[in-house]
């Protein structure tokens, strides 16, 4: 008797919950009649079946596959250097001076520099140099007619030098010439630009 009131009892209560349907990826499932009708502990019935709840866990981490490495991640980004010293224009004699590439006049303004005794020492890397001098030249030969009809075979020539210091970023000189009917062109504005150049190191202008 204990037996037909118990198996009724679980009749009704699938009758209750018989329109439910058991989500397959939230429970794992069975035939209630394997155990006779009866339910086990956790187990809720679904029509026909027993089931009970999957537990759920959280979303794996992708793991790394064996043999590889992950990169370390970099240093980080230095910020370049800012001068904080004072701003000046001053050249001190004995500075070192590194001659930027101007199309060959560079060649005419370190022999000029050396023919004036310019109180600088030239050096060959922008590494090693406190300033750097950069400038341009511009040499315009006589033509045919000016030599045919007067004789003359001198040029005229322009050039401009600019004299940065590396650590500041200030202008410490500046210098421009025109040379009208020169011989020498270059080597003349050259000679000019190193003579000024000398001036400025003894404060003369």
Known sequence: MKLAMAFLFLLVSATVICAQSADPSKWMCRNLSESGGFLYQGETIFGSQACRPIEQTSPSVPRRESGTTVPAPGPAPVPAPVYAGPITTKVEPGS???IAPMNGFETYLAAAMTK??????????????????????????????????TGNIHSDDAASVTMTNRKSGAIAF?????????????????EACAKHLQDHIEGKE
Do not use: I, P, R
Request: net charge positive; no cysteine; hydrophobic share 45%.
């Open 116 to 149: 004036k005794k310019v109180q600088m020492a030239l050096v060959a890397s922008e590494a090693q140099a406190d300033f750097v001098l950069t400038g341009t030249s511009e040499e315009k030969k006589a033509g045919w007619a000016k030599m045919a009809f």
């Open 96 to 98: 070192t001076v590194f």
């Open 174 to 190: 500046a210098y421009a010439v025109n040379k009208k009917n020169t011989l020498h062109g270059e080597q003349t504005s050259a």
